[in-house]
């Protein structure tokens, strides 16, 4: 039972010994071969010899002995060389009672020689004309697969040869094995790091990585770094589920597959399998492993043979095809492995210890196709892409002139609008009380005083046309500086047409305003003003400009004309004199306030100023 253990525990190695024990040529130079357990440390056993075959497993006759067994293999002939396909777990060999070889360890941790093909000169001295006995003395441990590989007798070339096939197969693959799946692994760990939702990719990376960790069984020469070669049994049977349980994963997600019970099925017996492997009770370890490594191998060609149902339904990828491809022929070593073609044992060997490298090879080509189809994708977007963005930036660009053509036209009717409110507030503020005057005179006016009118439209005039370079312009020290112009030409006119006037400004500023502002509130007051002379028929006006804070400087023009309805005037849009005065106040940043009535009217306009 123990012996079948064996084969499930440490996979195909066992398989390796076989292909070994067909040499013939061996047993010419081998007259028998027996075994017997060590009774006495260090000494070779009295009796108890079984005669055996080789390779052979002790542990199918002495399943829970946890020691040393001796093999005395009898000569006949003369031999130059002696090779072994492998010594398990760990052990020394003696020609004729003289020390030949020896592992480092022969106590646990033992060291690893199971499979490690080795072969050996033997001295002329040692040998002894009449016969000569090779002894083995094998370290092993129960539950673990223990005895003597195949042996290898003749002349040195011979022998080396024959080692180096072996080295190939018990080695060289392996490593190969290793280095593949430790470049698997790198590469597409970074792939799926740049690029998460390809979590193809991440399985992959998984998957190999866990084949990495189990090759070690085949290459460690050491327990390390666990304290015995049974917790490291368990750790590479670990990792052989998380090699399954991977590529169960990576399938599924490279064939696009949605199956959630499934999913949470495999990690239940993933987690089961691994608790198992480590939990196993002590001197029934291979029955235990036994099934779990059937088990594992049961799920992946249930993954396999389920992908084949998947990938070959009309419509599917041609990546997806090839993978099945893949898994087909890996379901085939599996069946090998499970003992169901028993006459294909050893092409089953042979697959297996090939089946790391096709499985990593085969599905990075898969994944790399897949990656250079995808990027090529990438790469037909990106052109596409600059191509859009070209006739976008085209387009914009006509945008952005037509644009800058309207805001060109905007802005000469802007700058025509201003020329017409400026016209409006200024100069025809002056002709009204112009006409005004002339109208309310009892007599012709003088020449001079006509005169005298038309410098004032000029005055006027020229304000208007310096309106652009206001900006620079200096702000008046005090507020009654500033108000003394207007003053001085709206009093006359009030006085020559009889209406009383009260001026009422602040003698400093609290804080002043720029220069746009002060130009934009006497053009407001000028047109408010004009009002008061053209419709209110008002007897007397007051002038207030105050500060009541240090950020508002407010300015109220108050008459006891006739009045009119504000919200109507507004309504019917006639009124130029108002959308003048309001679209001022808005461009400076003030609040303006049209109160009218019976009684008269009151205009008030509070400007913000800056800090």
């Known amino acids: 039972m123990r012996g079948q253990v064996h084969r499930w525990t440490h996979g195909w190695w066992w398989l ?25 440390a260090s000494t070779r056993p009295v009796d108890g010899w079984e005669s055996v075959t080789l390779p052979d497993a002790w542990s199918r006759r002495w399943p ?10 009898v000569l006949q002939g003369t031999c130059e060389a002696l090779g072994i396909d492998g010594i398990g777990i760990a052990g020394e060999v003696f020609i004729n009672g003289d020390l030949l070889w020896s592992d480092a360890s022969m106590s646990e941790p033992l060291s690893r020689s199971w499979n490690v093909p080795r072969w050996w000169r033997l001295p002329p001295s040692a040998l002894h004309a009449d016969g000569n006995t090779v002894w083995v003395r094998v370290a092993g441990r129960p539950g673990l697969w223990s005895g003597l590989g195949a042996l290898r007798l003749g002349d040195a070339a011979t022998v080396a040869a024959r080692h180096d096939r072996a080295q190939w197969r018990q080695r060289t693959i392996y490593l190969i094995n290793a280095v593949l799946a430790g470049m698997a692994a790198t590469l597409f760990l970074v792939v799926w790091g740049l690029r998460r939702q390809e979590r193809a990719y991440g399985w992959f990376a998984l998957m190999s990585l866990c084949w990495l960790v189990y090759l070690s069984t085949y290459l460690a020469s050491t327990p390390w770094p666990f304290a015995d070669s049974l917790d490291r049994a368990r750790f590479s049977l670990v990792a052989l589920i998380g090699y399954v349980l991977c590529a169960c994963m990576f399938t599924l997600r490279f064939g696009e597959q949605h199956l959630p019970r499934a999913e949470r099925g495999l990690w239940l017996l993933a987690a089961l399998g691994a608790a198992a492997a480590w939990l196993a009770p002590q001197g029934r370890e291979d029955v235990w492993w036994a099934v779990i490594w059937q088990g594992a191998l049961l799920v992946f060609l249930l993954n396999g043979l389920q992908f084949q149902w998947h990938a070959w339904r009309p419509g599917r990828p041609v990546a997806q095809r090839l993978l099945a491809l893949c898994w087909l022929a890996f379901v085939i070593v599996a069946l090998f492995a499970l003992g169901w073609m028993p006459d294909a044992w050893q092409v089953a060997r042979n697959w297996a210890a090939l ?15 897949q990656l250079a189809q995808q990027m090529r994708s990438a790469e037909r977007f990106r052109r596409e892409l600059e191509a859009r963005v070209a006739e976008a930036r085209t387009e914009l660009a006509q945008l952005a002139a037509r644009e800058h053509a309207q805001a060109l036209d905007n802005a000469k009717l802007q700058e025509r609008m201003q020329i017409a409110h400026d016209l409006h507030d200024g100069l025809g503020g002056s002709l009204v009380r112009g006409m005004a005057l002339v109208e309310q005179a009892q007599q012709p006016l003088p020449n001079d005083r006509v005169l005298s009118l038309l410098k004032l439209l000029r005055d006027d005039l020229r304000q208007v046309i310096d309106h652009g370079s206001s900006a620079g312009a200096t702000v008046p020290e005090t507020p009654v500086q500033w ?62 400009c105050a500060q009541p804070r240090a950020d508002v400087f407010s300015v109220r023009i108050e008459d006891d004309g006739c009045g009119f309805d504000v919200q109507a005037v507004r309504r019917a849009g006639l009124s130029v004199g108002m959308r003048s005065m309001a679209a001022r106040a808005e461009r400076m940043g003030a609040v303006l306030e049209v109160e009218s009535g019976p009684g008269g009217t009151v205009v008030t306009a509070s400007l913000l100023l800056e800090a």
């Not at 001085?488 to 006119?493: G, L």
């Open 483 to 544: 108000i003394a112009p207007l003053r001085h030409r709206f009093t006359r006119i009030f006085d020559e047409t009889g209406v009383q006037t009260r001026w009422d400004t602040a003698p400093l500023w609290q804080r002043r305003p720029s220069a746009l502002q002060c130009l934009g509130l006497t053009r407001l007051m000028e047109e408010a003003l004009s009002n008061v002379i053209k419709h209110s028929q008002a007897q007397r006006v007051t002038v207030e």
């Open 355 to 369: 089946s790391g490298i096709a499985t990593v090879a085969l599905v990075m080509l898969l994944l790399a196709g």
């Open 16 to 40: 390796l010994l076989l292909l070994c024990c067909h040499s013939v040529w061996a047993q010419d130079c081998i007259q028998s071969v027996q075994s017997a357990r060590e009774v006495q």
């Open 64 to 73: 829970a002995h946890d020691g040393v067994v001796w093999y005395r293999v």
